[in-house]
């Protein structure tokens, strides 16, 4: 029994241990003064999504629109300062699952997103229905950032608040992002949009610059975050915007709550036989439980 006392202290000894080492990394090079970590080091977030967006694909001179209302998804999550997973689904419509597993840190971060779409006739305006498929759509989206101020900027004190932004500041910020995108025709007519066997392969990518600013109320208790970017479209010749307002809220050392309130992407881009314009748009609540602190 003493054995088993010894060797459950020896572990929560080493994991604190292991813990001080993590939280000296993370801060190492940072302005305590603008940005701090919290006392927790765990967090088990539940969130619920809101999103849409209208793509317009003009593929060989025949055009097909995807027009997504508004559809919402519910999913739960563990985090650990900065390293993320989390799994929503769909509770009803489009999006099937998104698995989304992300680090990020006040100098830069990544984030991956995995996802599969089902698109019925809603696809054509029509009325929806839950058996009728028209399109499968499975896409892989890699983005991320770099703060040129990260030392006092903390772009994650908005979003999951693995950091605190103890007084307001902004940083210049550089973006980027990556998607392939596998259609899938599930009906005739949607096949012939499509050539290769009713199957078309997007890989597009957009490399961007802005700034982003952290408004600090109560020393870090609430956090607002306006954030913009412009750039160019990769491989192809075109344009591509992003914006983001979010806000963090600490209830207490335990829970707070994230509301990123108006996430948007837009972006166009042209070659030969392809045109193509997609606008979209996602918010999210989050409500997280914080645990672990350090001693």
């Known amino acids: 029994m003493a054995a088993d006392k010894d060797g459950g202290s020896n572990f929560k000894e080493g994991y604190y241990r292991f813990d001080r080492a993590i939280r000296r990394f993370l801060m190492s ?73 992300d680090y990020y840190d006040n100098y830069w971060g990544v984030g991956i997103n995995i996802s599969r779409e089902t698109f019925g006739p809603e696809l054509y305006g029509e009325q929806p229905d839950p058996v009728k498929e028209e399109l499968h759509c499975r896409t892989i989206l890699v983005e991320g950032y770099y703060a040129v101020f990260g030392n006092r900027f903390s772009f994650p004190a908005s ?6 932004q103890v007084k307001s500041a902004g940083s210049p910020l550089v973006t980027f992002w990556y998607e392939h995108r596998d259609y899938e025709a599930r009906s005739d007519r949607t096949r012939q949009v499509f050539e290769q066997g009713g199957r078309h392969v997007l890989n597009e990518g957009a490399l961007l610059a802005g700034y982003g600013y952290n408004f600090s109320i109560a020393k ?20 591509a915007t992003c914006g983001r307002a979010a806000a963090m809220y600490w ?24 045109k193509m ?14 645990f672990g602190k350090t001693r």
Request: hydrophobic share 40%; aromatic share 14%.
């Open 251 to 274: 209830i207490s050392d335990s829970f707070r709550i994230n509301l990123n309130f108006a996430n948007f992407y837009q972006k166009s881009w042209s070659e030969m036989n392809m």
């Open 29 to 101: 090079g940072m302005d305590s003064t603008y940005v701090q970590l919290p006392s927790t080091s765990w967090e088990v977030p539940l969130v619920g999504k809101v999103y849409g967006y209208v793509t317009n694909i003009t593929p060989n001179d025949s055009k097909l629109d995807l027009h997504v209302n508004p559809a919402f998804e519910i999913g739960a999550g563990i985090g650990y300062h900065g390293l993320d997973a989390v799994y929503t689904k769909a509770v009803r419509n489009s999006i099937d699952f998104n698995f989304e597993f």
């Open 159 to 164: 979003m999951y608040g693995n950091f605190i």
């Open 277 to 290: 314009e997609d606008n979209s748009w996602r918010a999210t609540l989050g409500v997280s439980y914080c």
């Open 220 to 239: 870090g208790k609430a956090v607002i975050n306006l954030s913009a970017c412009a750039g160019v479209q990769i491989p192809y010749l075109g344009l």
